[in-house]
């Protein structure tokens, strides 16, 4: 027998709890396929896609897709949440093609990982993820515990202890050989990966330490540069003529760059999801009911009873304690000015009618302030800004409205246009010095100016609680009938079956007054309309197809048709216009601007400083910079690797002749450059070789694989099995 089946035999219950922190490759969905099934032959046997010809089954992925499904199930504490599947099964058909890429590759350059290293892990060395379970408060791993439930399933029985039914036991046990499984091939994956990779980037994961200390010293040197600029703002665009044999040649000169993918694109009309008429009066109805049962009886113990009562009956839900910080405002408008056991209700809310009962309140540990400031930023200097601020807080303590005050001289905008309100607050949600003055104020107070990054604030405190509350609360909303999704497919199904019969698409929905909308053009393996579905299906057929009527998740019914195929290997020249129209001007910016800083030059070239020029021609405006390296950021101007190349590799007070950079010409003089110190170079390179490697050998890496996914012949039905993807 095995090692591993050995192990899969012994499988410990603990295991369980922390296979899901790992476990990637397993999700979940609800494909009905019945009548694919019922069609076609054997669910064993169906293929959902294939990678080099290697089929990957239905069978396969749909298990995968339900085990990750339940594994994020485990996760969320909340039992309502809805799981994406959607995501899920573009995760799991993500996974399962890099898996056998990845198989088909390690097979190729002969990586194997045998049953020993994976036993070796799982024994001898066990991952983080493996040793949580069994890690104590101070770190320490107890090792023979682990190896001991490993081991000994009999000892998972032990722990369970006599409350746990015999029945439930061995399911533990069965659960946890199925994880031990999706363990052992979660580590060869990744083992597979690891030799891949070795493998791939070996050649590039060498570094010179001579190389990688001139790096070292030449990305962390810095220079002060005087420049004069002669910057493409300077010129209008309708200063320059753009002609369309410009546009043809710039089209034909950089072809290669327009080089582009099949793509498709769909025409739609869109039926909303929305409650009609009858579905609104139905709500409504339920509001009469709930109301005319409370109106009929007046003890609040009798009241009580009803609301309970209707509760169960129309859905309600009682949350328990929260600080009031967490309530939203529109309820805890109502909660405040409630006593225990109060109801309100009937009340318009932002997503239909509500009832809240005030069940209990309490006084907390955290306690919240809720606060308006009034900020004032540094941008005109620290001692303006002391200033004004200064001067509002004299206003606001004469009496002046302070929210009127927010209004007039905020510059937090968000805020300022609420009257500088900010709400209710805890500890740690502000900056620490607008956080002490907040807290240490009482109600009614005005402090400040108080001084944190962001500059100076004045602060009202307006109130200040540590309450929290108990309530419970109906919400009726008009929801979307069955009748009315019906009616609303029917009417989708008649205009496709329209279209389908040799009826216009535009024609029908100008008739039926439907508004037609267009996608851009789009790749394959590209959503459309945020749905992988309806992509794959336009890449499946011929233009002028009328899909089926398609519900996209919180967006409507969709009618969809392929309205345009590209297969050009380029893009067409008419859609690349406005570009290109945009980068001759800017090169034609560049040719005049030429003309500029060669004149310019010619004044200057003699001096022996570039910041005398304004006594040679007034007009020319020297700017300066200081500690630039090169990064490409060129303060005040933008991204310019012309610039900040020349700024660390021109010599020390020269001055340059014209040099074209991206955002204009340039006409530099480094006065100075400071390189790193020898004992930081010293040990900054060390750690520099090790981060180029990291960085060589990843990018070699994911390089390789993404070329290796470009060529591989992926077929992909899935949208034979889900439509939600």
């Known amino acids: 027998m095995g090692t591993m089946e050995k192990m899969r035999q012994t499988s410990p219950y603990f295991l369980a709890a922390f296979a899901i922190l790992f476990v990637g490759f397993m999700v979940a969905s609800d494909a009905d396929i019945s009548n694919l099934i019922n069609k076609r032959g054997s669910i064993a046997t169906?293929?959902?896609?294939?990678?080099?010809?290697?089929?990957?089954?239905?069978?396969?992925?749909?298990?995968?897709?339900?085990?990750?499904?339940?594994?994020?199930?485990?996760?969320t504490s909340d039992p309502n949440a809805q799981i994406d599947e959607d995501q899920i099964i573009n995760q799991v058909w993500s996974q399962m093609v890099d898996e056998t890429l990845l198989k088909q590759?390690?097979?190729?350059?002969?990586?194997?990982?045998?049953d020993e290293e994976i036993l070796d892990v799982m024994l001898d060395n066990p991952p983080d993820y493996l040793r949580k379970s069994f890690t104590d408060s101070a770190g320490n791993f107890n090792k023979q515990a682990y190896l001991e439930i490993v081991t000994d399933p009999e000892k998972i029985r032990g722990a369970l202890g006599t409350n746990v039914s015999e029945e439930e036991k061995q399911k533990i046990i069965e659960d946890f050989k199925v994880n031990l499984i999706n363990i052992e091939k979660y580590l060869r994956q990744q083992k597979l990966a690891e030799g891949l990779i070795g493998v791939v980037s070996s050649s590039v994961s060498q570094v010179s330490p001579l190389y990688a200390k001139e790096k070292y010293i030449y990305d962390y040197t810095s220079s002060d540069v005087d420049f004069?600029?002669?910057?493409?703002?300077?010129?209008?665009?309708?200063?320059?003529?753009?002609?369309?044999?410009?546009?043809?040649?710039?089209?034909?000169?950089?072809?290669?760059?327009?080089?582009?993918?099949?793509?498709?694109?769909?025409?739609?009309?869109?039926?909303?999801?929305?409650?009609?008429?009858?579905?609104?009066?139905?709500?409504?109805?339920?509001?009469?009911?709930?109301?005319?049962?409370?109106?009929?009886?007046t003890s609040l113990l009798a009241k009580d009873s009803v609301f309970d009562l209707k509760m169960g009956e129309y859905g309600g839900s009682t949350q328990d304690f929260q600080l009031i910080k967490d309530i939203p405002e529109y309820k805890l408008n109502l909660l405040q000015k409630m006593n225990k056991n109060d109801i309100v209700g009937p009340v318009m809310i932002p997503n239909g009618i509500i009832y809240l009962r005030l069940d209990d309140t309490r006084s907390g540990t955290n306690e919240v302030v809720k606060a308006s400031h009034i900020?004032?930023?540094?941008?005109?200097?620290?001692?303006?800004?002391?200033?004004?601020?200064?001067?509002?807080?004299?206003?606001?303590?004469?009496g002046e409205d302070f929210a009127t005050l927010a209004r007039q001289y905020s510059q937090?905008?968000?805020?300022?246009?609420?009257?500088?309100?900010?709400?209710?607050?805890?500890?740690g949600a502000m900056v620490k010095p607008f956080e002490d003055a907040a807290f240490a104020a009482e109600p009614g107070f005005i402090v400040g100016p108080v001084e944190s990054q962001f500059g100076y604030h004045i602060i009202k405190v307006v109130d200040?609680?540590?309450?929290?509350?108990?309530?419970?609360?109906?919400?009726?909303?008009?929801?979307?009938?069955?009748?009315?999704?019906n009616m609303i497919f029917r009417n989708a199904y008649a205009f496709q079956k329209q279209v389908e019969e040799g009826n216009s698409f535009d024609n029908l929905a100008e008739k039926s007054k439907y508004k037609v909308q267009q996608t851009m053009f789009f790749t394959k393996g590209t959503p459309v309309l945020s749905s992988q579905y309806l992509s794959d299906l336009a890449f499946d057929s011929e233009s002028g197809t009328c899909f089926q009527p398609t519900e996209l998740k919180n967006q409507g019914v969709f009618v969809c048709m392929v309205s345009d195929i590209r297969e050009d290997k380029y893009r067409p020249l008419k859609d690349m216009k406005e570009y290109i129209k945009a980068q001759v001007t800017n090169i034609k910016k560049l040719d005049v601007l030429k003309s500029k800083a060669a004149d310019a030059y010619s004044k200057i070239s003699g001096l022996d400083a570039l910041s005398k020029a304004g006594t040679i021609d007034p007009s020319l405006t020297v700017k300066s910079l200081a500690g630039v390296q090169n990064t490409g950021n060129v303060q005040g101007i933008g991204e310019d690797f012309v610039f900040t190349t020349n700024a660390t590799?021109?010599?020390?007070?020269?001055?340059?002749?014209?040099?074209?950079?991206?955002?204009?010409?340039?006409?530099?003089?480094?006065?100075s450059r400071v390189s790193p110190p020898t004992e930081s170079v010293n040990t900054g390179y060390l750690q520099y070789i090790s981060k180029m490697k990291k960085?060589?050998?990843?990018?070699?890496f994911y390089q390789w694989f993404g070329k290796v996914k470009e060529n591989a012949t992926i077929v992909d039905q899935r949208m034979k099995f889900y439509r939600d993807y």
């Open 46 to 75: 169906e293929v959902i896609g294939s990678v080099n010809g290697e089929d990957i089954l239905y069978k396969d992925f749909d298990q995968k897709v339900k085990e990750l499904m339940e594994q994020k199930r485990k996760q």
């Open 105 to 114: 590759e390690a097979k190729k350059a002969g990586v194997m990982v045998s």
């Open 228 to 297: 004069l600029y002669f910057g493409r703002d300077q010129i209008q665009d309708n200063q320059i003529q753009v002609t369309e044999k410009d546009i043809a040649d710039y089209y034909d000169k950089h072809k290669e760059s327009f080089k582009q993918k099949p793509q498709r694109r769909l025409k739609y009309i869109k039926f909303d999801i929305a409650p009609s008429v009858d579905d609104t009066i139905r709500a409504g109805k339920k509001v009469d009911r709930i109301t005319a049962d409370l109106n009929s009886v």
């Open 375 to 398: 900020l004032i930023n540094f941008s005109k200097g620290k001692d303006s800004a002391k200033a004004e601020a200064d001067m509002i807080m004299a206003k606001a303590k004469a």
């Open 412 to 427: 937090d905008k968000g805020s300022a246009a609420q009257g500088g309100d900010l709400g209710y607050f805890a500890k």
């Open 464 to 485: 200040k609680k540590s309450d929290e509350m108990k309530y419970s609360e109906i919400i009726i909303n008009p929801t979307v009938s069955t009748t009315t999704k």
């Open 649 to 671: 590799n021109l010599p020390i007070q020269t001055i340059s002749e014209p040099i074209r950079g991206t955002m204009g010409y340039y006409i530099m003089q480094v006065k």
């Open 695 to 700: 960085d060589n050998y990843q990018k070699e």
